[in-house]
Each structure stands twice: as C-alpha cells, then as structure tokens.
C-alpha cells in the first residue's frame, strides 16, 4: 500500500541554522509533491508545490528537493527563526488524489 | 486569496445529537474535501466531492455523510453522533489539475460527550 514516512520524532534546530525535514514515500508515483505548515489548532497552509519533473524549488527562505528515484524529498528553511516553529507536513498528489505524511514537528531554539 | 471558511471553531455535541459542520469557500473551487484529524493517525479523508450534488467515499466514511446542494458550500453530517467522532475537522477545496496546493479552513475541534 502507498506510504508516506515522514520522522514522527520532533527535530530541534538553533534559530539561524538551516532546518532539513525528509519525506520519503513507497509504492507511489506522485505527480507533484507538497509540503504545508500547520500551526497547533489551525489548519495546513501550503507552502510549495514541486512536480514530479523538477528537481529543486524555491521560495524565499524555502527549498525542497524531489527525487524520484530515491523517493524522497527533502524541505529546508534557511536562517531559521522561532516563528518557524510549526509542524511540517508532506503530501503527494497524482490525478487529483492526495495522500497526507503526519508530520514533523520543528522546534527553532532561540 | 482564496477562502474557506468553517462555521465554527469548536462545538461541543452530546452522544446521539444530529451534527452538522459548514464549509463554504469562495473561490468557485470544484473539489472539496473533509478531513479528521487525530494526534498519531494524521489527516484521514472522510469525504469528497468534485462537483455540484455529487459525493464520494473517502477511507473513513462510516457514520458521516455529505451534503453539496452548491458549489461554494460542503456540509459534513454526523448522523448520530459517538464519542469516537471527538476530532479536529477539517475542510479543504482546490481547482482540479491545478498545480498549487489545496487550502485547508481554520477547522473545528468537536468533542463529543
């Protein structure tokens, strides 16, 4: 069955160090591969959306790898901050059909 | 940008009571989506729907069911409710094949006593 693994352990990162998060996934052909923030009690905002022919993607302070081949994606967050402070989750989508990864959770230490 | 909007934030229901949660977004989006959420389990597709009185089984439909009488508004209904349906809802819509995420309404923390 299709399978997203995302680490369930929280990762503590120093404020102004790079944060990587890694999603990996198997038996799954995603077209295009997401990553949301979610804030406690608030719903999944999205954040960056990478397809399936890309390798790398960017957005401000943001970057996400695909590899198709490993089946793994990777999220970094550069020169964190404490209001980087969230859970991360990735989700693959192919013909309109989404799959969910619970999460990591991301603590910045000031 | 675009909007989706759940009625309320959290709501407290007694065992058997008839539920209903709104959703209504306003960007003319044709799919929308209901969520659970749990603490371990993730986010779990209940129900969705791509279109105007149509409706689809999600992986945990039992004991819910939909209502799509308009485009902008995706009603879930917990028919009786059961203090297993205690949960964070959430709806979502997105424009199909579109290649930009699906955005998610703020959600509604039920508890069921």
């Known amino acids: 069955s299709q399978k997203i693994e995302q680490n369930s352990e929280a990762l503590n990162i120093q404020e102004g160090k790079t944060a990587t998060l890694t999603c990996n996934y198997t038996n799954y052909s995603p077209a295009y591969l997401q990553w949301y923030r979610q804030d406690p009690g608030r719903g999944p905002v999205f954040l960056l959306l990478?397809?399936?022919?890309?390798k790398e993607k960017r957005k401000e302070r943001l970057k996400v790898t695909f590899d198709t081949t490993l089946k793994q994606s990777l999220f970094h967050i550069t020169a964190s901050q404490p209001a980087d402070s969230a859970t991360y989750l990735c989700?693959?989508?192919?013909?309109?059909?989404?799959?969910f990864g619970k999460g990591t959770r991301l603590h910045i230490l000031p | 940008d675009v909007k989706v909007t759940q009625s309320s934030r959290y709501l407290v229901k007694r065992t058997g009571e008839k539920v209903f949660l709104e959703c209504v977004q306003d960007?003319?989006?044709?799919?929308m989506f209901w969520y659970r959420q749990d603490p371990g389990l993730g986010l779990r597709l209940i129900y969705f729907s791509y279109d105007v009185k149509m409706k689809e089984k999600g992986d945990i439909p039992e004991g819910y069911s939909v209502s799509r009488e308009k485009k902008e508004r995706f009603s879930l209904i917990l028919e009786s409710a059961s203090t297993n349906q205690t949960s964070m809802y959430l709806c979502?819509?997105?424009?199909?094949?579109?290649?930009?995420?699906?955005?998610f309404g703020s959600g509604t923390r039920l508890t069921v006593v």
């Open positions: 979502a819509s997105k424009t199909p094949g579109q290649n930009y995420g699906y955005t």
């Open positions: 989700a693959l989508e192919r013909d309109d059909k989404i799959i």
């Open positions: 960007m003319d989006h044709e799919n």
């Open positions: 990478i397809r399936e022919n890309e």
